[in-house]
């Protein structure tokens, strides 16, 4: 008598794709969740993100977002797009994300200390809004930052000394804002170009104008 053919592999083939399908879908819909929560609180008057609907799989259809060969957001472009509103929180879902481009719009309110979860930022342009508060220390989670860039803002308070630890990052722009207090001089910021016998220690809110650099 014949045994009765093994399906065991073929099952087990068929529920692992399964798994891996559903796990992608339900990861687009949350980073889809999460920049949907942002559209919903930004002012958007020439309808650049019109293309974001919530009920599509998933948001890499979307104009001004790119996404990897897994369908994860990396790249949110919104850049000169006239936005006005404020950051969100659920930004900092978007585990994937290694550019963050929203430089001159309106931007208020206060950089979300949630960033800092996108430990595989490359670039964070914030530059030429209105956002106000301080720079969370937070960001000196982001190891694999290249590019900071928040001048021309309302900041206030201290450069934190935690972006010492940033062992990438080369640019850095934080000029035109209201921060005051002790300039790091370690790590990557020892190779800060002072000029004019500048004190490298203190700087008040007239000189952090005038700190912009590259970190070579």
């Not at 045994?3 to 687009?28: C, K």
């Not at 659920?90 to 206060?110: A, F, M």
């Not at 928040?150 to 940033?166: A, H, M, Q, S």
Request: net charge negative; proline share 8%.
């Amino acid at each position: 008598m014949e045994s009765p053919p093994n399906f065991t592999p073929l099952f087990f083939f068929i529920s692992l794709t399964l798994t891996l399908t559903i796990s992608t879908i339900v990861s687009a819909n949350s980073e889809g969740d999460a920049l949907y929560t942002l559209k919903r609180t930004l002012s958007d008057p020439y309808n650049v993100l019109q293309s974001w609907d919530p009920t599509l799989v998933s948001p890499c259809t979307w104009f001004h977002v790119t996404c990897n060969q897994n369908n994860r957001v990396t790249r949110l472009d919104l850049g000169n797009s006239n936005l006005s509103g404020h950051l969100v929180p659920e930004l900092g879902k978007l585990e994937h994300l290694q550019y963050l481009e929203l430089y001159k719009n309106n931007i208020h309110g206060v950089i979300p200390p949630e960033l800092g979860n996108l430990k595989n930022l490359i670039s964070l342009d914030l530059y030429n809004n209105n956002i106000s508060g301080t720079v969370p220390p937070s960001l000196g989670n982001l190891k694999n930052l290249v590019f900071l860039r928040l001048n021309d803002n309302r900041l206030t308070g201290p450069i934190p000394k935690e972006l010492v630890g940033l062992p990438n990052l080369k640019v850095v722009d934080v000029s035109s804002n209201d921060l005051c207090g002790t300039i790091p001089t370690s790590g990557p910021f020892e190779h800060i170009p002072w000029n004019n016998g500048e004190n490298e220690h203190l700087y008040t809110a007239m000189s952090i104008l005038l700190l912009r650099f590259v970190l070579l």
